[in-house]
Nanobody
Framework: QVQLVESGGGSVQTGGSLRLSCVAS????????RGWFRQAPGKEREGISS???????TYANSVRGRFTISQDNAKNTLYLQMNSLKPEDTDMYYC???????????????WGQGTQVTVSS
């Protein structure tokens, strides 16, 4: 059974940085993409970044140039380095894995439980 466990969320001021981590346990197909989504209460979940098994990455326009996705296959861990954080980045952030589409994860098979990021002005 696959489990994804996020960590690294917290509260920072505008312009600050955080690094999220997502440790996977269980078998995830090597062909799968992994990525990060975020969601605020009452809003749709937004895909913000994905990484393919060949290392290619995708980013939403809202985070491109500020966030960097990476993975350590030896540790089965996915990361999201978030710099120049803004109040509008305040959300619950979720790690995910699933079949790849044209722009990252196309169909999500696994979700983490989420980690809260709060950015104050």
């Amino acid at each position: 059974q696959v489990q994804l466990v996020e960590s690294g969320g917290g509260s920072v001021q505008t312009g600050g940085s955080l690094r999220l981590s997502c440790v996977a346990s269980g078998y995830i197909a090597r062909s799968y993409c992994r990525g990060w989504f975020r969601q605020a209460p009452g809003k749709e979940r937004e895909g913000i970044s994905s990484i393919y098994n060949d290392g290619m990455t995708t980013y939403a326009n809202s985070v491109r140039g500020r966030f960097t996705i990476s993975q350590d296959n030896a540790k089965n861990t996915l990361y999201l380095q978030m710099n120049s954080l803004k109040p509008e980045d305040t959300d619950m952030y979720y790690c995910a894995a699933g079949a790849c589409g044209q722009m990252g994860i196309g169909s999500t098979n696994y979700w983490g439980q989420g980690t809260q990021v709060t950015v104050s002005s």
